[in-house]
């Protein structure tokens, strides 16, 4: 499956919406790709996480 998003892009997390750039991706075989963002948690700090594509949404404006 192609990619949505590309490396560096800033992207929301869909359900927080919290924004960060894409620093990684992943694609298996058997489940959807999947995204490695690195963003400003709620509280105020640094976190990273991987994401499934479909919790994250491009930003409104790119940082």
């Known amino acids: 499956m192609k990619f949505k998003y590309e490396l560096t892009q800033v992207v929301q997390i869909?359900?927080?919406?919290?924004e960060g750039h894409i620093k990684g991706?992943?694609?298996?075989?058997?489940?959807?790709?999947?995204?490695f963002v690195h963003y400003l948690a709620a509280d105020g700090?640094?976190?990273?996480?991987?994401f499934e594509e479909g919790?994250?949404?491009a930003a409104a404006q790119e940082q």
């Open 45 to 50: 700090r640094a976190a990273e996480r991987w």
């Open 55 to 57: 919790e994250l949404t």
């Open 14 to 18: 869909a359900i927080s919406g919290e």
């Open 25 to 35: 991706r992943a694609e298996y075989a058997t489940c959807g790709n999947h995204y």
